[in-house]
C-alpha cells in the first residue's frame, strides 16, 4: 500500500458540487515541507525552517513530549480517521511575507482574489493577513490605524522583532500544551497567525480580519493567533478559513488566545468554512479584565468533523461575555460546537446563544460548560440553544453543563429542538414560493439572530452558505 | 469487601471531565447480606405476587449501574413482587415501608412491578431510620407497564444522615401505558439515583417528579434518561429542591429521541433554590436526538431565593426561617401529586425541621 493509500479517505457528498469557490486547488509547489508524522526531528526541522528563538524550540520539544503522554479525549466525535502519522505539520509556501497586495505570487493571489479578500479590505477592513498552508503570505494594516499605535502583524515577525517578549510572556500561557492533546500538538508545531496588539484607550472601529486558506492535501494547519486589548480599548477581530476539498484527511488546530484588559471590548468573530475532509480541532480561549467585555460571534459551516468550544474566562469584576453561534451540520459532517465559561469573579455575566440545523445525515453538537467559582457573587447567566432538525437521517444532540459553587447567582437556561412547521412552509408556498425555498427561507430566519451580529458582507456570506447547504432539501 | 463501581450514574454521552458529571467511581463496602424484617403488604383484590421471571420478556437499562443493578438483584433481603391483573379498576396505594436499624442496618430490596394490559397500580415504598454509618440501602425497582396500563412508583426516603442509599428504577413501557415515578429525598449522607424511562410502545408516556433537600455534608447524584423508541411517547421530567450547608447536587436529566419515535414530545425542568456559599450545584439537562419530528425541551433556574418575594413574605410578618420554609415547601408540594395524604404531612414535618 502506498503512503497516501493509507490516509484516510473522506467520500464525496452530494452537496459538495456547488462549492467551486472555496474548492478551487491552488497550483503552487511549496518551498518546503517536512515529511508526514510527528517526531522530535520533523519538530527541530520546523524551528530550524523558521529560525525559532531557543525558548521556542525547547517550548517546540516540551509540548511534543506533553503530546506524546496525552491520551485523545475519551468524549467527542470519534477522531479514527485522524492518522497523525499521515499529517504534513508545516507546508511553507513559494512566497514571502508581503505588506502589498501586488507583491504576492499571482498563483496566491488568484486564490484570495476568488475568495473576495482583496475587495474586503478595500471596502471596509482596517487590515487584512492572509496565511496560505502553514505561512503568512500578505500583512497589511492602514496607516490611520497603525498610527494609533495599534499593532497587527504575523506571529513570526512579533516572535522575532520588538514584541517578541510580550509574545513570550502571553504564548500558550492561558491555552498551555497540557490543556490537552491536540493543544500539545499545537505548541509544538504551530506556525503562522496573527499578532494583534491595542494600547490602551484606543477604538479601532473598522475591523480586522485574518484569512486562512488550506491548500495541500493531506496536512495540518496549525495558526496561532495572539490579541491583546488594552485598557479601556476595542477591537472586532474577524476570522476566516476555507479550503479546497480533498479525498484525504487534513488537519486545523490552530490556537487563539485574547487578552481583554480592563473596560475593554473584543469582537472575535469567524465565519468557519473549511472543506469536507477537515477534522477542524481549533481552541480558543479569552481572560476578560474588570468590566471588560468579549464577544463571541461563530458560524460553524465546514469540515468533516469540528470541536470548537471558546472559552472566556471573566477574571475581572464585571466582565461579561457574550456568545452568538450557529452550526450547520450537512451530509457526512460531525460538528461539535458550543461555548465555556468561567465565572471567577463578582457581578460577571455571560449570555449564550446557540442554534444548530442538522441536514441530510450530518450530526450537530451544542456542548456547553458554564462554571461559577465561589468567589463570583452576583453572577448572571442565561443560555439558550435551538436546534432545527430537517430530516431523520441526521441528528441534533444538546450537552450543556452547568457547575456552581456560589449561591448569590442568577441563572437561567433553556433548550429546544424541533423541526421546521409544516404550516410555516404551507403557508409560504401558498403565496407562491417553491418549498425549496420556503424552506430555505425559515433556515435564513432561524439564523438571523447570528446574522444580524455580523458585518453585512459577512452576513451575505453566511447567508449564501447556508442556501448552498439547503440546495436539494426537499 | 472494598469494591470500587465505575460509571455509576453514567452521563449517556461524555463531556469535560473537569465539570464532573461524566459519572462517578464510589468505593463501596458491601454488608453481609441478612433477612431484612419487614411486613408483606396487603394485597387488594386484582393484585396479586408476581415472580422475578415476569420480567424475562423485557430488556431493562440502569441509568444508576448495571453493576450495582446485578449486586442488587442477587443480594435482595427484601422487596415487593407484584402483578396488577388485566383490566381491573384502580385500588388504593400499596404500601411496603422500611426502616434501617442498629440491629438491621442494610436494606437492599428488589421490587418488581407488572402490570397486566389497562390494569392500574400505585405502590409506595417508604424508607427511614437509620444505623449510623452502618446504613445502607440498595434498592432496585423494575416495571413493566403492558398496553395501556398505568404504574405510579412513590419512593420516600428519609434515612439518616449516615446512611448510604442507592436507588434505581428502570421501567419498560409499552402502548399507551403510563409509568409515573415520584421521588421525595429527605435524607441520607450520600444518594445515588438513577431512572432509566424506556417508552417502547406507540403513545407511551412517562413522568418523573423529583424532590431533593441537601444540607450538611450531603451528596446527592441522580441520573433519569427517557428513552423515546415508540411513536408519539410523552416524557415530562420535573425535579426541584434547595441545598444548604456543604452539600453536593449533581442532576443530570436526558431525553433521549431515537429515530422512529415520531411525534414523540420530551420536556425537562429544573429549579434549584441555593442557600449556602459552600454546597456545590450541577445540572446537565441533556437532549438526544436522532428524529426530526419530535418537540424536546429543557428548562432550568438556578439559584437564592427572589429578593422581591422574600422582602414581600417579610413583609407580611414571616420571620427568614419561615419564608424559606414556605418557599422551599412550595417546590415539595409541586412534587407530591402521587404522594398518598397521609404521608403528606409527615414529609412536610421533615422539611421544616431539616430547614429549622
Redesign the interface.
Known sequence: MSGEDKRALIPDEPDDAAREMYDTKGVMKPRFQVSSGLTSEIVSAISDEKGDPPWMREFRQQSLAVYNETPPP??GPPLDGLDMEQIITYVKPDARMEARWEDVPEEIKDTFERLGIPEAERTGLAGVGAQYDSEVVYHSVKSEVADLGVVYTDMDTALKGEYGEMVRQHFMKILPPREHRFMALHGAVWSGGSFVYVPDGVEVTIPLQSYFRFNAAGAGQFEHTLIIVGKGSSLHFIEGCSAPKYNVANLHAGCVELYVGEGARLRYSTIENWSKNMYNLNSKRAVVDKNGIIEWVSGSFGSHTGCLYPMSVLRGEGARMDYTGITFAGAGQNLDTGA?VVHAAKNTSSRISAKSISKGGGKSTF?G?I?VA?EA?GCRVSVSCD?L????R??????????????????????????ISEQAIYYLMSRGISEDDARAMIVNGFAEPISKELPLEYAVEMNNLISLEMKGNT | MLTTLKNINALP?????R????GETLDIEFPEPRVFPAPKPALPEGITRAHESVLVCAEFKSALGEELSAYTRVHANAGVRLRALKGRPPTEPITASYTLTAEHPALVDNNVIFAEAHSEITVVLIYGGGAGERGFHSGLTRVIAENCAVVRVVQLQCFDAGTRHFSDFSAVIANGARVELTRIELGAGETYAGCHMKLEGDKSEARTDTFYFGDGTQTLDFNYVARHLGRATKSEMNAAGA?FGSCGKTYRGTID?V??A?ESKGAESENTL???????????????????????????????IDEGKLYYLRSRGLTETDAKRLMVGALLESAMKNVPESERERLRAVLGERIG
Open positions: 475519551d468524549w465555556q456542548r460548560g462554571t465561589r457573587t436546534s432538525m430537517l430530516d431523520s441526521s441528528r441534533s444532540d444538546t450537552v450543556p453543563v452547568m457547575d456552581v459553587r456560589c449561591d448569590d447567582v442568577d441563572i437561567g437556561y433553556e433548550a429546544k429542538i424541533g423541526r | 454521552v461524555r463531556t469535560w471531565r465539570l464532573g458529571v461524566n441545598l429521541f429515530a422512529g415520531g441555593l442557600f449556602s456559599e459552600n454546597s456545590r450545584n450541577r445540572s446537565a439537562p441533556v437532549i438526544l436526538c436522532g428524529e426530526e419530528n419530535v418537540e424536546g425541551s429543557h428548562a432550568a433556574s438556578v439559584g437564592r
